[in-house]
């Protein structure tokens, strides 16, 4: 009887039937897709105003021009009239009169048309440019979300597909928009390289001389980019083993980006750079160690066409392939070849045992069709080595567990070379449980041995990631269900002391602390709990200052300028010295000043003043609406 599969791979064929629906993207990317739609919406708008005034433009030089050549028709007429003796010189008058338009037609108000046109032709073109950014971005968004797609794709043929499809897409549209911006750069360095040359100032010239060497490091490091893509292999061109191998690690390297900060999702831009930029070199490397694809001596694997044999002993000993006897080292080499075919035949035999129509896979069917060729032990060290290290939340703790397990043992030179499965992870998952199952005596010695070594618990300490993101907890993220978590953003202060509490009452969370503050998650049971904490630490953390004086002035009367607690102290510091009445809220980036509007001039922003002037306009408009009993705060 097939194995139902879990609801992580049975949702799969919903997102392979979309996968080549370029509109259709991935949840994470929806907000970063419709902010580059609606840059893209406005820019489009402005460029058809623009284009509006450049149309109506010429249609009044094309009036005008027809109004200079009847002009000029009667002057010429006026002008035979009179000599003919037919009207009085004094008709001379109305020719001159009309000489006088004419003039003014074609040397003013004409060339003022002409250099609106120009300059509306050259904002124009300034917003196509501006447009091909953001359709390159959007391009460059969705071809990164088809990459990710790819990895949920099932089918390891369709997976390919989409990858190679996905990736070369990715790479062509990251190319140009990298021309773009070195093209950007070369046009800011010709302007800073005029200014120096002009300049007769020694301390303008050091710092604009700063500024060219800053400018030239930056085209040196985006043409080295440019130049590491258009070098690089096709992926439609590579075949299907070494996409196989792409496909993992760029996989492996998407699972260990952080796609939020802050609790809002970050510029897409630059993590699709750098998976374009690290799978070219993904790659070359897959390619370079087809021929060496176990260890670095040559001809002692090779990825021929397999051979129908029985399976030979598996050998795991530990030997030194330089000097080791002729015997030794040709079991090395035919076990060794060995495990990449039964990779290979676990791969296939996945793939032909799973039912794409009920998204169900028969792992049992798939193991004895593995154990026609290759024995228990081969088999569970195959699986064992490709899932060694693996943080991949679709395969199971108890999976995780036993790998570690098998490969307790084995020495370093049959693991450091990794083996790969071109199969979904869901299925391989199913699969390695279905081979567990196989070894029951197995797992009992395993687990007398645990018993055994009665290993100390290991200390969960906080996950630092490359970008100086901080993880806490990470692992419990994963295990609750996305409609049970419960996700709040804080200021830094804020979220150590609801951490804090949270420890104390033994209540488990999961963190990311950014620079801006830090994203906490629950689970909802522990809801309530986490809100308590929550208003703790916001009662010690947050001050208010002169609360009564913000009692006292009236709602419409309010000028409220929002800033950092630095500006809002500097700002407190100059009303107390003026005699202004402030009230103020001291909480971080999160920080107010209140004062009246009246004295508002003096201390806030002109942006800020101009949002007041705006809210009084609309709130003069508007029609005031009766004040019912209990209404007044």
Same mark, same amino acid.
């Given at each position: ?10 949702q ?13 993207l ?34 009044k030089?094309?009036?005008?021009e ?17 000599e ?8 001379? @008058? ?19 048309l002409?250099?609106g ?19 390159l971005k959007a $391009? ?5 979300s ?16 989409l ?11 990251t ?16 302007k800073?390289?005029?200014q ?6 020694m ?8 500024k060219?060497?800053?400018?030239k ?13 258009e ?19 760029t ?6 980006t952080d ?5 809002e ?11 374009a930029?690290?799978s ?14 176990f260890?670095?001596?040559? *001809? ?8 129908e ?13 330089s ?26 035999a ?41 943080s ?7 999976v ?17 070379r ?24 197995k ?5 007398v $041995? ?53 420890e ?29 904490a ?18 006292q ?5 309010r ?5 950092s607690e630095?500006e809002?102290? $500097?700002?407190?510091? @100059? ?14 980036e999160k ?22 002037a ?5 709130? *003069? ?5 009766p ?7």
């Amino acid at each position: 009887m097939p194995i139902q599969e879990n609801e992580e791979v049975r949702q799969q064929p919903e997102v392979e039937e979309s996968a080549h629906q370029s509109e259709t993207l991935l949840p994470l990317f929806n907000a970063a897709y419709d902010d580059h739609m609606d840059r893209l919406d406005n820019l489009q708008e402005h460029k058809a105003e623009v284009q509006d005034k450049i149309s109506k433009a010429e249609n009044k030089i094309a009036v005008l021009e027809e109004k200079v050549a009847k002009l000029e028709a009667t002057n010429a007429m006026l002008g035979e009239l009179i000599e003919n003796g037919k009207l009085p010189k004094i008709a001379q @008058k109305i020719i001159d009169a009309n000489a006088d338009k004419i003039k003014a037609i074609q040397k003013k108000q004409i060339p003022k048309l002409e250099n609106g046109i120009k300059q509306n032709q050259e904002k124009i073109s300034k917003l196509d440019s501006r447009i091909a950014v953001v359709q390159l971005k959007a $391009e460059k968004l969705r071809n990164f979300s088809n990459v990710i797609k790819s990895f949920l794709t099932p089918d390891p043929q369709k997976r390919r597909e989409l990858f190679r499809e996905s990736m070369d897409s990715l790479h062509n549209s990251t190319k140009n928009l990298l021309n773009i911006d070195r093209n950007a750069a070369k046009s800011k360095l010709a302007k800073l390289s005029e200014q120096y040359e002009k300049s007769d100032s020694m301390a303008e010239k050091y710092k604009l001389g700063q500024k060219i060497e800053a400018v030239k490091s930056s085209i040196s490091s985006i043409e080295a980019k440019i130049h590491r893509l258009e070098t690089a292999p096709k992926f439609q061109e590579a075949d299907d083993h070494t996409v196989d191998k792409t496909i993992a690690k760029t996989e492996s390297e998407i699972e260990n980006t952080d796609f939020f900060a802050g609790g809002e999702i970050f510029d897409m831009d630059k993590p699709a750079e750098t998976v374009a930029l690290d799978s070219s070199e993904y790659l070359r490397n897959a390619e370079m160690s087809m021929e060496d694809d176990f260890n670095m001596i040559d *001809g002692i694997i090779n990825n021929g066409k397999k051979e129908e044999r029985p399976d030979v002993p598996l050998f795991l000993e530990e030997i030194d392939v330089s000097t080791c006897d002729d015997a030794t080292l040709q079991s090395f080499r035919e076990s060794a070849k060995a495990n990449m075919e039964c990779a290979k035949e676990i791969s296939q035999a996945l793939s032909q045992n799973y039912d794409y129509e009920r998204y169900t896979l028969n792992s049992e069917q798939a193991l004895r069709d593995v154990h026609e060729k290759f024995s228990d032990d081969r088999i569970a060290f195959v699986l064992a080595n490709v899932l060694q290290g693996t943080s991949d939340g679709r395969i199971s703790k108890e999976v995780k567990d036993f790998a570690k397990d098998t490969l307790r043992d084995v020495p370093e030179l049959y693991t450091k070379r990794k083996l790969f499965l071109s199969s979904h992870a869901g299925l391989i998952n199913l699969f390695a449980k279905t081979v567990m199952q196989a070894q029951p005596e197995k797992q009992v010695e395993k687990q007398v $041995e645990k018993q055994a070594e009665k290993p100390t618990p290991e200390k969960k300490e906080p996950q630092k990631t490359r970008s100086g993101i901080r993880k806490i907890n990470p692992n419990y993220y994963r295990q609750i269900p996305p409609e049970d978590r419960v996700i709040t953003n804080e200021p830094a202060k804020v979220g150590a002391i609801i951490m804090t509490e949270l420890e104390k009452q033994k209540i488990p969370f999961s963190a990311v602390e950014t620079e801006k503050g830090v994203t906490i998650t629950v689970a909802k049971e522990n809801e309530d709990a986490f809100r308590a904490a929550e208003d703790k630490a916001k009662d010690t953390h947050v001050r208010l200052v002169n609360p009564e004086v913000f009692k006292q002035i009236p709602q419409e009367d309010r000028a409220i300028q929002p800033m950092s607690e630095k500006e809002a102290q $500097e700002t407190m510091q @100059k009303l107390e010295k003026d005699g202004i009445p402030f009230s103020a809220r001291l909480d971080g980036e999160k920080s107010a000043v209140t004062v009246r509007k009246s004295e508002a001039p003096a201390y806030f922003s002109r942006r800020q003043m101009k949002k007041l002037a705006q809210e009084v306009k609309t709130e *003069g408009t508007k029609p005031k609406e009766p004040k019912n009993k209990g209404q007044e705060l």
